[in-house]
């Protein structure tokens, strides 16, 4: 089943049956995260997200349908994904209550309050965690360890843009691509702004936090 996976990170496969992981918001990023991780062959993914499906939101979060409007975005996530050997499971109580025992917490909200709770949970927990972020033809990445969240200084009174559904795909994909070298046991930089600018020629950029 994971042939493909092993020709390229050999026994470091290995490492994925015993990890567990939450996504925090289970829109556009999670929608892309979740899917791409859920047949890499991971021990549980936990999707957590209050949220129901509005017909403004399926263009950019691919898994849902009209026939979906009105359910919660977790439960319809959680069951879509559910198609190889990973226990799947959503939430949607609050963050706070969480008590799962897992490796890497990865961002897929919107919401800067609910990322400044995963911050604090995660560095209670002493758990790494993956900030992600897509504004217009913009997009943010970073894999936090020892930095906090609050070097951003970012408040949520502002007009957010509008977002493209390849930008989301493409910005998810980065989020996913370091979540799965990270469980792999494979070499990664903490702390590291990826920076992914689109609104002219594409061009990535990183910073060292």
């Known amino acids: 089943m994971f042939r493909r ?24 990023l999670g929608n892309v995260v979740a899917t ?25 979060q691919f898994q849902f349908t009209k026939s979906d409007i009105g359910e919660k975005k977790a439960k319809v996530l959680a069951q879509k994904i559910d198609r190889c050997e990973t ?7 609050k963050f706070d209550s ?26 209670n927990s002493n758990i790494p965690w993956l900030y992600s972020s897509v504004e217009g033809w913009i997009g943010q990445v970073c894999l936090f360890k020892e930095k906090n969240l609050d070097i ?3 408040s949520n009174n502002y007009k957010v843009a509008g977002v493209m559904p390849a930008m989301v795909g493409l910005v ?6 370091l979540a799965t070298k990270y469980l792999a046991g494979l070499e990664v930089e903490f702390d590291k702004l990826i920076y992914i600018d689109f609104s002219k020629s594409f061009k990535v950029s990183e910073f060292g936090l």
Do not use: P, W
Request: charged residues 30%; negative net charge.
């Open 98 to 123: 969480f008590d799962k025992e897992i490796n890497l917490i990865i961002d897929c909200t919107d919401n800067f309050e609910v990322r400044e709770k995963i911050d604090k949970f995660a560095k």
């Open 36 to 60: 791409e991780l859920s047949c890499i062959g991971l021990k549980n993914i936990y999707i957590m997200d209050f949220d129901e499906i509005e017909i403004h939101n399926i263009h950019r």
């Open 5 to 28: 996976q092993i020709e390229l990170i050999g026994d470091n496969q290995k490492e994925f049956k015993n990890k567990s992981v939450l996504i925090v918001g289970a829109g556009g």
């Open 172 to 177: 998810g994909s980065v989020e996913a691509m």
């Open 152 to 154: 951003f200084n970012i």
């Open 87 to 93: 226990n799947i499971e959503c939430f949607i109580d």
